[in-house]
């Protein structure tokens, strides 16, 4: 079955400490890989995406994400956070038919403390 | 544009009533697409339309669940005989449509409770 894992609920950091997110995927060819993150009162806002080609690819607000394909995996990363960065996170697959079927995982929510 | 734009931001109605969400896409996006999101998980695929044709359909969208996007603008989302189980985020995002993705806005749902 089609599925996207996120193993943390919930990750507390210091402002200005690094961080990385894990996302782990399964399904039956590589998809198209995402990271959202959702603030309090906020829509979805897609921080970054792999569709192919280079493995680490450089998204908004100083984040990246690595793909490995022999662990399925798309982590997240960010070198220093920041208060602003408190959210909910979530990765999601879609087919490479088509965006239709996009499946988010059950998100990783981040506290930040100063 | 201010982006997708949900009406109401939250609803509380009685077991067993009717409701209807609106969602507004950003202006000449061309597919619109619904997200049931419960409390800690991530947001389910429900639906989506291309302009006015409504093209794919989740097992999660019961009979009492219908959307529609008249005239290729704005939809609406209408739950009949809501129940407890109902309540959720539900989110709208919109997409243009160039090639085989691009990306969806989301707007900031609306809350519905249902007691």
């Known amino acids: 079955a089609q599925s996207v894992t996120q193993p943390d609920i919930h990750i507390t950091v210091s402002e200005g400490a690094s961080l990385e997110l894990r996302c782990n995927y399964s399904?039956?060819?590589?998809?198209?890989l995402f990271w959202y993150v959702q603030s309090p009162g906020q829509g979805l806002q897609l921080l970054l995406k792999y569709f192919s080609g280079d493995t680490l690819v450089q998204g908004i607000k100083g984040f990246e994400a690595e793909f490995k394909r022999s662990q399925s995996s798309f982590n997240l990363r960010k070198p220093s956070v920041h208060w602003s960065d408190a959210a909910e996170y979530f990765c999601a697959v879609a087919p490479k038919t088509s965006y239709d079927k996009v499946i988010f995982g059950p998100g990783t929510s981040l506290s930040v403390i100063p | 544009d201010t982006g997708v734009s949900q009406n109401p931001r939250h609803k509380i109605t009685k077991r067993g009533q009717n409701v209807t969400f609106r969602c507004d896409p950003i202006?000449?996006?061309?597919?619109l697409y619904w997200y049931r999101q419960t409390l800690g998980q991530g947001p389910e695929f429900l639906t989506y339309f291309q302009n006015e044709a409504q093209l794919e359909k989740s097992r999660l969208l019961s009979d009492r669940f219908s959307a529609e996007r008249p005239k290729g603008s704005f939809s609406t989302l209408e739950i009949q005989r809501t129940e407890q189980g109902d309540s959720a985020m539900y989110l709208c995002?919109?997409?243009?449509?160039?090639?085989?993705?691009?990306?969806?806005?989301f707007g900031q749902g609306t809350r519905l409770t249902v007691v």
């Open positions: 995002a919109s997409s243009p449509q160039t090639g085989l993705f691009a990306e969806a806005f």
């Open positions: 399904y039956g060819a590589t998809p198209y």
């Open positions: 202006s000449e996006h061309n597919r």
